[in-house]
């Protein structure tokens, strides 16, 4: 499967709306990002593109799940308007029993800071977060806080 359906198929995914989260999607604010395809995932090729949300997926699965959690901890440490977030296959994530990851291709979306703390802001008004563990969300928190 090509990354950019890799990345179609997965946002199809997050924006379904889900019985067993009361009828809400993994990612209410879920789209089509801009997509860019790299070899291996590393500091030298990751740039925030503005305010597009972008997702930089390797090709193959080259790094581990720790490369790609150190790369986005650096990268967040570096560019203090974005929030840098890892998927890999390898890391198993669920909200009540439902898969978050794109199970395929190790990724990072990029994200302007401003813009998903927002997001997360309008949605902590919500019972939304009452279906995650609070493990999750120490973690996915953890890359933005």
Known sequence: MTPLKVIANWVSKVKQARPELNGKSICPFAKMPG????DKLSMKNIEPLGNQ???YIENTVESTFEELETLCRRLNKK?????FLPDHPQKKNFINGVET???HLPLIIV???KELLTARSLLEKTDY?????EEY???IK???D
């Open 53 to 55: 949300i972008t997702i």
């Open 35 to 38: 997509v860019i395809p790299v």
């Open 137 to 139: 969300i120490k973690e």
């Open 101 to 103: 990851g794109n199970e």
């Open 79 to 83: 560019h203090k308007n974005y929030i």
């Open 111 to 113: 994200q302007t800071r």
């Open 129 to 133: 977060y009452e279906f995650w563990s």
């Open 142 to 144: 953890s890359y933005g």
